[in-house]
């Protein structure tokens, strides 16, 4: 059975790309200081997917060009369909991985730098989630700020695509 908190990304991840719909790549690459471009926000929840769940995780890099979104690197506005294409591929890629977590598994440690991070997988998976709901707020932000209008409601159908379940 899937962890509770892998649903829970995976229902986050849905009302990540739901925030996005109806976003021209023009609006994506326009800035609204002093917050990022909506597409750079893409770019770096995709470096972030792809640092926990692959690069830490499993040792494999997809898409080394996502460094440039990591935390402390300078703004860009790369083309929307690029960034999206990268966020797919990562997240694709991490499926497997994710199903694999356990209670036992979530709290045990990913390396870094051969050393076992200071915290637990399930904490980092726990981040994660936040992280992905702290910038879907920005990209709503500034989704007004260039005056679209009818976006969506927020949260989704938690009840049917995402409910608690208790641990066997």
């Not at 036992?104 to 637990?120: F, I, K, M, S, Y």
């Not at 500034?142 to 949260?155: D, K």
């Given at each position: ?86 966020w797919q ?32 997988i399930g ?46």
């Amino acid at each position: 059975m899937t962890h509770l908190l892998v649903n829970q990304l995976r229902f986050t991840r849905g009302e990540w790309a739901r925030g996005f719909v109806g976003v021209s790549d023009d609006d994506a690459r326009r800035f609204c200081e002093p917050m990022n471009c909506l597409s750079w926000l893409v770019g770096h929840l995709a470096w972030h997917e792809q640092l926990y769940w692959l690069q830490r995780a499993q040792g494999i890099t997809l898409v080394p060009q996502l460094e440039q979104y990591s935390v402390g690197e300078r703004r860009s506005a790369p083309p929307l369909a690029e960034v999206w294409s990268a966020w797919q591929t990562v997240t694709a890629a991490t499926e497997a991985y994710l199903d694999t977590l356990t209670v036992e598994t979530l709290q045990t440690h990913l390396l870094v730098n051969g050393q076992p991070a200071r915290d637990t997988i399930g904490t980092y998976l726990t981040r994660l989630i936040f992280h992905y709901w702290y910038h879907l707020g920005e990209a709503q932000a500034v989704r007004q700020m260039l005056g679209h209008v009818n976006l969506p409601v927020y949260i989704g159908d938690l009840s049917t695509q995402a409910p608690y379940e208790p641990e066997a």
